[in-house]
């Protein structure tokens, strides 16, 4: 799967997976920046039901889904998308991917990554099928020289040497390009942030109030 039907530039759609445990400005901020520069139709925000490459999250699922809810309600061009909370089991990407290729047939779709989690992409299930169905768009600061690749596992440099392209192959084929961007990121974690909360230090203009709010009402992290 290479170009749409008709070769044209499309509207992307953005894919951002997480245990959202909780969600915070680190999570949001960056996906704007990478919605806007590739003009992408949304950025659909997928909780995880169970990661399979970490912990067991910290709090249920049906929370961190009100939390994502919450989180994104006042930005139009994210989504809320639920799929792996429904589905069961681990929350595998590239089951994801192919659910969402068959939704979207005639869009790309863009896997979008830290930096961190490209460099252990090479542990996911099924890793190499992730371009069959999406591009990939790795973010990391704009004063982060990732372009210097000798301290990349050997597999990912090859993976992303062999496919990497620029920002405009990315509106117009549907999937298998990988893109570097710099963006704004955060040093914001979800693991400071539950260790603030236990320790009954402030969280404000860490993550949106709402999911503040929600936090205390539910007295989560504590």
């Given at each position: 799967m290479a ?111 830290g930096m ?69 990121q955060l ?36």
């Open positions: 170009a749409p039907d008709n070769s044209s530039t499309l509207m992307p759609i953005g894919i951002y997976g997480g245990t959202f445990d909780p969600i915070h400005y680190g999570h949001l901020r960056p996906n704007l920046e990478l919605c806007e520069r590739f003009n992408m139709r949304e950025v659909r925000f997928i909780p995880a039901l169970l990661p399979p490459h970490r912990d067991r999250p910290a709090t249920s699922a049906r929370l961190r889904q009100q939390m994502v809810a919450l989180a994104i309600a006042s930005e139009p061009l994210f989504v809320l998308d639920k799929r792996e909370l429904q589905r069961g089991g681990p929350s595998y990407m590239v089951d994801t991917l192919k659910s969402l290729r068959l939704d979207f047939p005639q869009q790309p779709l863009c896997l979008l990554l961190d989690a490209f460099m252990g992409i090479n542990q996911w299930y099924h890793w190499q099928e992730l371009l069959d169905y999406a591009h990939i768009i790795v973010s990391q600061r704009p004063d982060t020289d990732f372009e210097h690749q000798q301290n990349w596992p050997e597999e990912v440099r090859q993976f992303y040497q062999s496919n990497k392209a620029d920002t405009g192959a990315i509106n117009a084929l549907l999937c298998g390009k990988i893109s570097l961007q710099a963006v704004t040093a914001i974690s979800a693991t400071d942030i539950r260790n603030r909360l236990k320790n009954n230090q402030s969280v404000r203009y860490l993550m949106p109030d709402s999911v503040i709010n929600l936090i205390k009402y539910e007295k989560l992290y504590i």
